[in-house]
């Protein structure tokens, strides 16, 4: 559950309408169309059928288990095609078009198209041989051998090489490198520790066997290996390779031109706002049905008429709290699924020391007492929010492990309830006396607490506002700012550099496939924004990578003292488990979301020339 977005990347989602708008961590699928066994069924052209029934609310609540989330086919394919993606959000996408450089989930759904990890996985998040590459793992389980296959080539042509894998691992763990991936993952390799340190020229724990082949020897023989922990981007060192490293991610190669060797290939950006995708005939998989892919940057305060005219066959996900007044929306199909993702409040508990790579906790912050975040906490009723604000598709979260992985979220644990009674005495008998509306620090001082929030729809900021007055409630005097999404993870430090204005501030994580939470809370996670560290948390991290977590049982059992670690000292807690609803168009045919589920982009087809127009 680390690693910033997509390939285990940081994904800070589309919560509370684009209040938060998926930023990257974790890894999703590479298949934003998922793999599915569905087969197309008869019925009427895309232009006049209707929508498959969406599921009914009981109460006025939904159940994210009534969706479905694989399409059902409308009609028979025709050859070629068009499709509109709509990425929903308030602001541009950053542009930072390379798996190894990104940060945001924006740049994630834009890469999706044209790019991929030489790795797939599995319904249980465990790689597969299905991929671009396979591999072989030595007994002991810290050598694994790569193969590329022969026909995976990068879209100018040349092939995908095991040198190109080899140089993005270079990359990464070079000193210059300026972007967010560098961390337990790697520093598992053998022989990273020295080449980062300037100690050694090159990896001793990697070596080129062979044009496609690669091994890399690990440290460690961990759990996390099979489900996450192997870094699977190549970064074509054919381009790359002469550049100082520190101009990577600005360079026009990978703003203005970045390639891949996904099913679709880039053919022009218009920055921050579009991208237009040309099918990749060379793509080894198979030739994609379609010809052209347009994505365009969709404000989620448009998005329901851009859906209805067809000025959009789908999005990346829908703002939850419209679906009620659109679920019957004629011309789409929406489809649901467990999101691996969780809204959360955050607090700040220090800095980044980006001398020595690891967060640098200050006893003396603002936010540093636990009864002050442990009050905040039981003073919003996040349960409530999850009901009214969204029909039961976002609900109460209590934990750092998100039902999407049901082996390892522990249900029994009720996180801090709500109670304003209960959060005014911790608030009493910790010191915090009120005086006048607000209550000041237990030496008496001045207690004024700066909270950000993202900006986004029509809900955006009352729902930042709910909390305010929930903590106003309780004699706390928070104010807020909203503040749109790249300045908003810029000023909590995803450059590791954090605005000492902020006290408090409200973000989203999207978890990768593999449970281990150490590239979001580990002590030397550029993503641990609370900047949070303890010997307790240091020791539980680590146990849940160990050979002793290769039992499920005991891996379960570490994972869950580590969930109530979290809820014990709060560095941030969970405000909503959340659904992702994505309509999509009648047209569109052989589309699924999740994971596991067997199409892939190559597959997506239409069954018309133009979208289906809501009657």
Excluded at 474 to 483: A, D, R
Excluded at 523 to 532: G, T
Excluded at 582 to 607: H, K, Q
Aim: aromatic fraction near 12%.
């Amino acid at each position: 559950m680390r690693k910033p977005i997509r390939s285990k990347a940081l994904l800070v989602s589309l919560m509370f309408v684009m209040l938060f708008a998926l930023a990257a961590c974790g890894s999703k699928n590479n298949n934003g169309a998922a793999e599915s066994t569905a087969a197309p069924s008869a019925s009427a052209p895309a232009e006049t059928a209707e929508a498959t029934a969406a599921p009914e609310a009981e109460d006025g609540l939904y159940n994210i288990k009534d969706f479905s989330n694989i399409k059902t086919n409308q009609g028979e394919a025709i050859d070629g095609g068009t499709i509109t993606f709509g990425l929903v959000s308030d602001s541009p996408f950053e542009g930072t078009l390379n798996w190894n450089f990104y940060s945001g989930d924006p740049d994630a759904q834009v890469l999706n198209w044209f790019d991929e990890g030489l790795l797939t996985w599995d319904k249980d998040y465990v790689y597969t041989n299905d991929g671009a590459a396979t591999y072989e793992v030595s007994e002991d389980g810290r050598t694994f051998t790569f193969t590329i296959r022969d026909n995976v080539n990068w879209q100018d042509g040349k092939p995908v090489t095991a040198e190109d894998w080899l140089f993005a691992h270079e990359v990464i763990g070079n000193p210059k490198y300026d972007g967010p991936r560098y961390g337990s993952d790697f520093t598992n390799i053998e022989g990273m520790d020295e080449y980062h340190s300037g100690k050694a020229k090159t990896i001793s724990g990697i070596k080129v066997l062979g044009d496609k082949k690669l091994q890399i020897t690990y440290l460690k023989s961990t759990p996390s290996l099979l489900t996450g922990g192997v870094w699977i981007y190549p970064l074509a060192k054919h381009i790359f390779g002469g550049m100082d490293v520190a101009k990577i991610s600005s360079s026009p190669e990978l703003r203005q031109k970045p390639i891949g060797f996904g099913a679709f290939k880039v053919e022009s950006i218009v920055p921050g706002e579009s991208v237009v995708f040309v099918k990749n005939e060379d793509y080894w998989r198979g030739a994609p049905k379609l010809d052209k892919v347009i994505l365009k940057v969709i404000n989620p305060t448009t998005i329901v008429q851009e859906l209805k005219s067809g000025g959009v066959d789908l999005v990346d996900s829908f703002p939850v709290d419209q679906f009620p007044d659109n679920a019957k929306m004629s011309n789409v199909e929406f489809l649901g699924a467990i999101d691996r993702a969780y809204t959360y409040i955050g607090f700040k508990l220090g800095k980044w020391d980006a001398e020595k790579k690891v967060v640098a906790t200050d006893p003396k912050a603002k936010m540093a007492d636990v009864n002050l975040r442990k009050a905040m906490w039981a003073a919003v009723d996040n349960d409530t929010v999850g009901k009214k604000f969204y029909n039961g598709l976002r609900w109460n979260a209590t934990t750092l492990i998100p039902p999407s992985h049901p082996e390892f979220h522990d249900a029994t644990n009720p996180g801090v309830a709500y109670d304003q009674e209960a959060a005014k005495k911790i608030l009493d008998d910790a010191g915090y006396k009120l005086n006048g509306e607000f209550r000041t620090n237990p030496d008496g001082s001045e207690l004024k607490i700066n909270f950000i929030s993202m900006t986004g729809g029509d809900i955006a900021e009352p729902l930042a506002q709910y909390y305010v007055q929930s903590w106003k409630a309780i004699g706390l005097n928070v104010t807020l700012e909203m503040v749109e999404f790249n300045t908003f993870y810029d000023r909590i430090g995803q450059n590791g550099e954090d605005d000492p204005t902020v006290d408090v501030y409200q973000g989203a994580w999207g978890v990768g496939i593999d449970v281990d939470p150490t590239g979001l809370y580990g002590k030397d996670a550029i993503y641990n924004f609370p900047r949070y560290a303890s010997a307790e948390n240091d020791r539980l991290l680590a146990e849940g990578v160990s050979e002793a977590a290769f039992d499920v049982d005991k891996r379960k059992e570490i994972y869950k003292e580590w969930q109530q670690l979290m809820v014990n000292e709060i560095p941030v807690f969970p405000t909503l488990y959340r659904a992702v609803v994505v309509p999509v168009n009648n047209r569109v045919l052989n589309y699924a979301i999740g994971d596991g589920t067997g199409l892939y982009y190559n597959d997506i087809a239409v069954s018309a020339d133009k979208a289906a127009v809501a009657q």
